[in-house]
C-alpha cells in the first residue's frame, strides 16, 4: 500500500486526504438486550435515518422496532438482530445475512468442524465475479432437466427445494440437513430454503452440475465450486462431503 516515493513522509499538519475505510468488522452483533456505545452508535445511525430509538445506549423494546422497521424498509432480513447485513447497510455495503464478518465474528457455538457455518458466507463480496456494474440475473432462474424432472423455474422457493431433494434421492443421494443441524445464525436452513445432500463424490459432483444450471441462490460443494445468488464464486471451503444448496 502506498504511494512510491512518498511513502517515507508523514503528513503532520495535513488531514488525511481519505477517511479510514469503516468496515463491518468494526462492529458487533446487537440484538434486544445488548447494551453500550455501540448501540448508541446504532441509534445514532437510525435517528439519523429518520427512525425513532429508545433510551440511549440500550436496545429496548423502541429500538428493536425501529431496526426491524429500518430491516423491512431496506429489504433486509427482518429478525431485529444488527448483523453484518444490516451494519453493511448502514455502511453503504450489500453483505449477506450473517455474523462472520463483524467483530470476532463467529457463528454461536464455537468453531464448527463441518464448516457449515459458512453456508451463508459469502467470501469477497465486493470481488465476486458480476460485482458492481454487471447485473445479475436472478436467482434461481434457470433450466434443468433431472431424474424428478424439470426445474420448477417459475415456481416457489420452496417448490425449487422439493424439487431438489427428489432429484437428489433418485440420484441416490441422503439428505443430511434441512432446517437443522448447526448452521450460520441466519442460514438460509432456518429459511426452509437450503438442504444438505450427500452421497458418493462423483454423484454429488453430478448433483452440482444439475443443481449449477438452475443458477440457485446457494450451492457450495468445494470440489466443484460455489455459487450465490447465481453468480459464481468459487469454492468457500467447508463443503467437501456435502453439496449444500439454497432457493
Ligand atoms: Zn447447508
Do not use: C
Not at 15 to 36: C, F
Not at 48 to 54: C, F, S
Not at 86 to 108: D, E, H, I, N, V
Amino acid at each position: 500500500m502506498g504511494i512510491p516515493g512518498v511513502s517515507q513522509q508523514r503528513a503532520v499538519s495535513q488531514p488525511p486526504a481519505q477517511a479510514p475505510r469503516e468496515s463491518v468488522g468494526q462492529h458487533s452483533l446487537l440484538q434486544s438486550g445488548s447494551r453500550g456505545s455501540e448501540v448508541a452508535n446504532l441509534q445514532q445511525r437510525l435517528s439519523q435515518a429518520g427512525y425513532q430509538v429508545g433510551q440511549k445506549g440500550v436496545f429496548d423494546a423502541k429500538t428493536d422496532a425501529a431496526v426491524r422497521q429500518y430491516q423491512k424498509d431496506k429489504g433486509l432480513q427482518v429478525d431485529g438482530q444488527v448483523g453484518q447485513q444490516t451494519w453493511g447497510s448502514f455502511l453503504g455495503q450489500k453483505l449477506p445475512p450473517g455474523t462472520q464478518m463483524l467483530q470476532g465474528g463467529q457463528a454461536p457455538g464455537g468453531a464448527d468442524p463441518t464448516g457449515r457455518n459458512k453456508d451463508s458466507f459469502e467470501p469477497g463480496g465486493a470481488q465476486r465475479p458480476g460485482g458492481a456494474g454487471s447485473p445479475a440475473a436472478p436467482a434461481g432462474t434457470g433450466s434443468a432437466q433431472g431424474p424428478a424432472g424439470a426445474f420448477p423455474a417459475s415456481g416457489s422457493n420452496k417448490q425449487k427445494l422439493d424439487w431438489a431433494m427428489k432429484t437428489a434421492q433418485a440420484m441416490g443421494l441422503r439428505i443430511t440437513s434441512t432446517t437443522g443441524g448447526q448452521h450460520a445464525p441466519h442460514s438460509y436452513h432456518y429459511l426452509g430454503r437450503a438442504v444438505d445432500v450427500a452421497g458418493s463424490p462423483a454423484t454429488m459432483a453430478k448433483f452440482y452440475d444439475l443443481m449449477h444450471n438452475t443458477r440457485p441462490t446457494e450451492l457450495f460443494y468445494d470440489p466443484r465450486g460455489g455459487v450465490k445468488n447465481g453468480q459464481d464464486i468459487g469454492a468457500i471451503g467447508g463443503h467437501g462431503d456435502h453439496v449444500h444448496v439454497a432457493f
